[in-house]
């Protein structure tokens, strides 16, 4: 389905790209950035997390990554306040594997257009209130489970054992109650029936033209 509405221009156009996990959202956000090219700057969520090597167990199971309470929401709406504003900012680098923030920062340059990435960037009112346009992948949960069984096992040392336990103890909640209800603030929502490839243009146009 796609919802229309007007939005707000400041010296950057913030574009949030939220879903629950493994519903499509980082593939889509990094195709956006591909056809904007050089006019574009992405943030991912997940550099935000906090430092949780005290509590993580090797398998994931004693740590809720999905509730909004893991993340530096504080810090993300700050960081881009700045971008917004035309200030490049350094945002945190977080490891998934030993659980900690890195010391060296990433550099965000404050380019025209700058796509964030992330499961709950729509919960929080401060983050919400630094997008300008905002795009919700409402994917099955089947779908979400197998991406993200894949991503886990592949990319984060998990073993599907983990991930699965992990997906109905905390994933699927925190979708339900966290994640599904922010869908109502999207400007345009992605279901499994759009076309992809349409929606991809469509976005891109209509943000290109907001720089004119």
Partial sequence: MLVTGSFKRNNSIIVGVAGGSGSGKTYFAKDLMQKLGDLAEIVYQDNFYIDQSH?????????????????????????????????????????????????????IKAKPIIVVDGILIFHPPEVRAQFDYLVFFDTSEDLRF???????????????????????????????????????????????????????????????????
């Fill in 55 to 107: 509590r993580f167990d090797g398998d994931g199971g004693s740590v809720n990554f999905d509730h909004p309470d893991s993340i530096d929401f504080s810090l993300l709406a700050q960081c881009l306040g700045q971008l917004k504003s035309g200030m490049d900012t350094d945002i945190p680098i977080y490891d998934f594997k030993t659980h900690t923030r890195a010391k060296d920062k990433l550099n």
């Fill in 146 to 212: 197998e991406r993200r069984l894949q991503r886990d096992v592949k990319e984060r040392g998990r073993t599907p054992e983990g991930v699965k336990a992990q997906f109905q103890k905390q994933v699927k909640p925190m979708h339900d109650l966290f994640v599904e209800p922010s869908k109502h603030h999207a400007h345009i929502v992605v279901s499994d029936d759009c076309n992809y490839d349409d929606i991809l243009v469509n976005c891109c146009n209509s943000l290109q033209a907001k720089l004119v």
